[in-house]
């Protein structure tokens, strides 16, 4: 008898571990988004890393780290402040492994070099990486996505980027905590959100005031608190504060030109609900020294190029973790049987999860897109008529969608899926955040609102597109017809601009589909999400006639 045996019976059908699976390679889906809109971008390299983040080991990390809480030291041992957070070794590997592929800097890498201009395709390439990282281990995300996102903000500041920059877009990982000059490499977060408003920046009390004369680049003292700082071991972070001519962006660094430590007093850790190997923090400022980025009274404006590419993340990342939920699900049904059938092969089972795969392939088609619209926006008009309108669009619906697909996924594992040492169990508790922080559900569709009040040409160019990519195509033609007849009629749209954005969103997604997708996937998404009023409970609509090639073609039957 084998030491796995117990004396009462042999363990059978139960799945083997879903690990050393290439997330590149054994998603089609994700392949084909990269080649599509990220032309140039290097498939052997990603297929390196999808073998590293799915390999046994790249899972094992994510265990580590989450079920090892960050721990916050508040002060040391003789009674001095030390405002410092100690983390398991596997949150360091993870933050090594997404500093050496570039996760945190590497579209502004030419930057390094003035004489060159973004390679194409470099945001693509990232967020192919990001795609697959986030399912390893999704909290050290957090810092690694704020730092790439803090660049375009600080460009805006040339004399402090030139200082930060190098540290920035270096690849080595470097956990000390030491004045920025003395490190190898260095991580940024952001300091919005306050106790008595986090969507509404402009009710922020912490205050501002000049250390001389003040303006771009000079010094200020701030005082007051946020509510959630997250990776508070950045070693700078952007902040808002009220200056005397109003709510304005700083950099404020961990450590003072003289080397001592800025006075940034780490108050507690949150708890939360998952995002557990991340550690957010609340903070007090207590005379904290920050360097004014832009002008004074334009913080919003100013970090604002910050928070519009940590929107692209999230929708990336969201899209990410959807298919890790469905291919553990696939993975499962394919091993596990029920009344002498493998589930996958139970017709019910082979429904549910081919509706969840037509929302994955949608959510990756849309993120990859957006992606291509960041790479191009300098170039092309459409292209940023894409990246305003869509950012929006994309982050509220692939975000909002996510959780309800976690949920059943988990479901398709049965009671496996609900305890704790499952995969699916901390998947679960991460999904709705994409949705709630960098812009909430309603504050997407706001900002929705607010670009066809202020950019009318933007809706007009994005709509041609989809009718475009829609030709021959009824349902999608009369979806794009009713959006047009929507915008040409916006009073009320506030209170329905949950519809405009979602309809827009899946109406974008079917057009991507149509024009991309095998014609089982597209026929199947337009006739359900489009025509056929699909309402997030997945498997309950008229049957797909190709559900068992959509599951197939998702997730291929050996696993990579
Ligand atoms: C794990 C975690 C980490 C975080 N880390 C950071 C961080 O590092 N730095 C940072 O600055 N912040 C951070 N946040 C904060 C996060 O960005 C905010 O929680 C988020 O912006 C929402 O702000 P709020 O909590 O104040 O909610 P509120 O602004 O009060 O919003 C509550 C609800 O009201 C809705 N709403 C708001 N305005 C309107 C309106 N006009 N009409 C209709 N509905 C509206 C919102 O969509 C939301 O659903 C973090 C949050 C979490 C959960």
Redesign the pocket.
Known sequence: MSDQSFATHEVSNQSPPFEDVNLFLSDAVLREAVEREGRGVDAQDLAAFGAATGSAHGFEIGRLANENLPKLHRFDQKGFPADRIEFHPAYHEAMTMSCAAGLHCSPWEHLKDSESGPPPGAHVARLARLYMMTQMEPGHVCPITMTNAAVPTLLLQADLAEALLPKMLSRRYDPAFKPIAEKTGATI?????EKQ????VRANTTTAQPAGAGGPGAEYILVGH?W????PMCDAFLMLAQAPGGLSCFLVPRFLPDGSVNPLRLQRL?E?LG?RS?A?SEVELQGVHGWLVGEEGRGIATILEMVTMTRLDCAVASAGQMRLALAQAVHHCRHRSVFQKRLVDQPLMTQVLADMALDVEAATALAFRLARAFDEAAQSDAAAAWRRLMTPVTKYWVCKIAPALGYEAMECLGGNGYVEESLAARLYRELP?NA????????MC?DVLRVLSQDSAAAAMVLDDLDAAGAGDKALASAIRDLRARLADPEGLEAGARWFVERLAVTAAAALLRRHAPAAVADAFVASRLSGGFRHTYGCGAAHAGSRTIVDRVMPAEGG
């Open positions: 977060g952001m300091g919005m959100t408003g986090g969507t509404d946020k959630f700082l997250s990776a949150k939360k995002n991340n957010s955040l709630i922080w960098e812009g909430s559900g309603n504050v706001l």
